[in-house]
């Protein structure tokens, strides 16, 4: 795919996350990883009107080199990059029942939500919690770190969901179905319910491997 379509790409897929109200106003980043670095929406702009012409360039070590300036939280997805490897797109929404969750106290740090569904299972799998930070601290970067060695998603406290896939569909498509669970999650906040089991959710990682 030419880095033209890449950019069109990363500009349909935000807005479409941005009309269904996956992340409002300027919230909310998306990259794409490029054959000599990676593609990122631009700071302070609405993922619904993102221009491809004016997305950020940035080199394989994070350094901006065209476009616009990058979002601030691009260090981020750097560490995303760097710790899964074989990522090729991250994600950073701030939808509604993701933070809503991540402002609960009591929280599994280790993995925020129960398996309620195969396709959660699936498409996430563990979803550890980092600890909260104030916007644009680089501190995060390293908590980020510690906590992708063994996933590809996070939720980071009192802020959102960073979510890796292999490529831009498989991201876009695991945040979105990381906030269906949270929305269920808290739909069924003192409800006695039943998440897979350990032998179910093991069955459904042998048939479908985590891809980065």
């Not at 998306?30 to 593609?39: A, Q």
């Not at 104030?134 to 908590?143: T, V």
Request: charged share 25%; aromatic share 6%; net charge negative.
């Amino acid at each position: 795919m030419s880095e033209t379509k890449q950019r069109e790409q990363i500009a349909s897929f935000a807005k479409s996350l941005f009309d269904r109200g996956l992340t409002a106003g300027s919230t909310g980043n998306i990259s794409l990883k490029v054959e000599d670095g990676w593609l990122m929406t631009p700071t302070g702009s609405s993922m619904g009107t993102i221009d491809p012409a004016r997305i950020s360039k940035l080199d394989r070590e994070g350094r901006h080199v065209a476009g616009d300036l990058p979002t601030k939280e691009a260090f981020l997805h750097r560490v995303m990059y760097q710790t899964r490897p074989k990522a090729g797109a991250v994600v950073h929404l701030h939808s509604t029942h993701c933070v809503a969750v991540s402002c609960l106290c009591d929280l599994n740090a280790e993995d925020v939500l129960p398996p309620l569904t195969a396709y959660y299972v699936m498409r996430v799998g563990r979803l550890p919690l980092v600890p909260y930070f104030p916007p644009g601290d680089e501190a995060l970067a390293q908590a980020v770190a510690d906590k992708t060695l063994n996933a590809h998603a996070v939720l980071l406290a009192n802020h959102g969901p960073v979510v890796a896939g292999a490529d831009l569909a498989e991201a876009v498509y695991a945040a979105e179905e990381l906030e269906e669970t949270a929305k269920l999650f808290l739909m069924l906040r003192g409800e006695k319910t039943r998440p897979l089991t350990c032998d179910e959710t093991t069955e459904l990682n042998r048939r479908f491997p985590n891809k980065i």
